[in-house]
């Protein structure tokens, strides 16, 4: 795909372009007037204080809150009017905060649950072109157990996802997503809650991904990770755009740290 | 002996037709989460849309058709999935608890409307004549009975075979993550009002078809045959038998009808005569207690729900098991 994109490219033709982006809850402005692009083949982070809009942004990007203002260009088509559904189909993946595994359906199951395009979920289809489900769920599970294998999961594959703890969780909702095979990924906090050892493998996990090519808006509060991962950081703090630039000039930058600050104080 | 095996094949027969809507209803309930409450309306459409079919020329009345009785039978589950479809389109968008609200009121509406539009479905005076299958074997009870039993045995097992395979297709897969986590699977590009409208349709569909089957068993149907209680006894029948097990649908429709024909049976023998009318509700405490005692000692039904993996999972059926018990 985009591998050894040049600058030139990634500026062309962004896997996503958002502008204006705008959303209250009541009173609350969570974010207001944003706007990020995500390079294609980049990988991009955003941090900024507990509270800033980062998950809002990620949920306007995903589709699943629509935005009260602004554009969201996904691979250059219009998306910010189409639901979270749609948007697997223009080539954006998601994982969430609080990973959403599906509880009682086995590991191997949540990651096959992702495959795009499947004949077998049409209903009739079951019954009149057996033949051909059969062999593309076939291909979907030798699929789902290389991805398990990538998170590596494959000892617990016919566990109920209910079992894995959180860090599992989060390892298993990126093959869940990755079976979808979309160009673009949001990952939201990958690391939080993760021990020393899985943090690792997790940044391992998704340094390998964008080496592939895909492109990656990672939120993450552990400034190392970020530091060790990203091109580029975007600072958000109170909704709004504050500045951005390569991790470690943004760690040095004094409004930056002042954002921080004042969101503890 | 012969009368002892006849009136088994009756009991077991209408037991199955009963089968057949609990099948339908756990489709719904038991693997969508689809809170219908009018089920006795798509029993119902089934059941007067195949008997309009079949039933021989009738002057009182528009139709019948004389249709072979296969024909009545699939026209019965079209009809009843297109109006599932229909209500489905309506309400299904909507917060869940429109959906209960919305499926009572159709069953009352077709209930009225049988009862009412006489030219079309006889009102008060139902549909006779109803063309039963075996009909030339009727004068030797037994083979009768036999015969009947296996029609509907078959129909069952159609409907049930049918019902697993979907169940652990990747169409079941999809219907129960978005059971478990909606903005999951639509995050994954599942779009949860499409497979909930379908599985409501399918669910309706068996409904209705289960309505033909039952009517043509008994040759004759009538608007009180499709009140809120039928809604009520399936409902009963799918809690005891296990929500989201297709077996114990099965099995919990047959255990429920023998309370209630058992019950029957013990106040028509110990009631007074001039008693009998009110005491029938003592049928629907029967059943009552029955859910209570079930709901005590096996919480998840006679047979829970159990993990269902697509059958393309190398040893993963064993595995399932394995968990299950
Ligand atoms: N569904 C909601 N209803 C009301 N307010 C909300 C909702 N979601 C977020 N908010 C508010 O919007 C603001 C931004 O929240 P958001 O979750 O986007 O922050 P965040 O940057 O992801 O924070 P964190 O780093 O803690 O995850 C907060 O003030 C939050 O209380
Ligand atoms: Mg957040």
Known sequence: ?265 | MIELISYGAFFLTLALTYAIMCLGLNVQWGQTGLFNVGVAGFVGIGAYVSALLTTPDAPDRFGGFDLPIAVGWIAAAIAAALASALLGAMTLRLRSDYLAIATFGFAVVVQLAVLNLQKLTGGPFGISFIPRPFGALASDPLVFGLCNLAVVGAVTLAVYGALEHLMRSPWGRVLRAIREDEQAASALGKNATVFRLQAFAVGGAIMGLAGAVQGHFIGYISPEGYVPILTFQVWAMLIVGGSGNNRGAIAGAILVWAIWAASGAALAAFIPADQQARASALKIVMIGVAICLVLLLRPRGLLGERATVSRHVENAGDHAKDKAS
């Open chain 1, 1 to 265: 795909m985009a591998q050894g994109a040049t600058a030139a490219e990634m500026e062309q033709k962004p896997a996503i372009k958002a502008q204006g982006l705008k959303l209250a809850f009541g009173g609350v402005k969570a974010v207001d007037d944003m706007a990020i692009t995500l390079g294609r083949g980049e990988f991009l982070g955003l941090i900024g204080p507990n509270g800033a809009g980062k998950t809002t942004l990620f949920n306007m990007l995903a589709g699943t809150y629509r935005p009260q203002a602004g554009s969201i260009l996904i691979n250059d088509v219009e998306a910010s009017g189409r639901d979270a559904t749609a948007r697997i189909g223009l080539g954006l993946g998601r994982t969430f905060q609080i990973p959403k595994p599906f509880p009682q359906m086995t590991v191997l199951e949540n990651v096959v649950t992702g495959a795009q395009h499947q004949t077998g979920e049409r209903l009739f289809a079951n019954f009149l072109r057996y033949g051909k489900v059969k062999a593309e769920e076939r291909a979907a599970i030798g699929r789902a157990r290389e991805l398990l294998d990538f998170v590596k999961l494959s000892h617990l594959a016919h566990e109920p996802a209910r079992v894995l703890s959180g860090g599992q969780r989060k390892l298993l909702e990126l093959a869940r997503v990755l079976m979808a095979d979309p160009s673009a990924i949001l990952l939201d906090e990958p690391a939080a809650g993760v021990n020393p050892a899985l943090l690792e493998f997790i940044i391992s996990r998704v340094l390998a991904l964008n080496a592939q090519g895909k492109s990656i808006l990672l939120i993450e509060h552990n400034m190392d990770m970020v530091t060790r991962l990203c091109h580029r950081v975007v600072v958000m703090a109170g909704g709004r755009y504050l500045t951005e630039g390569k991790p470690a000039e943004v760690a040095r930058n004094p409004a930056v740290v002042e954002a921080y600050l004042g969101a503890a104080a």
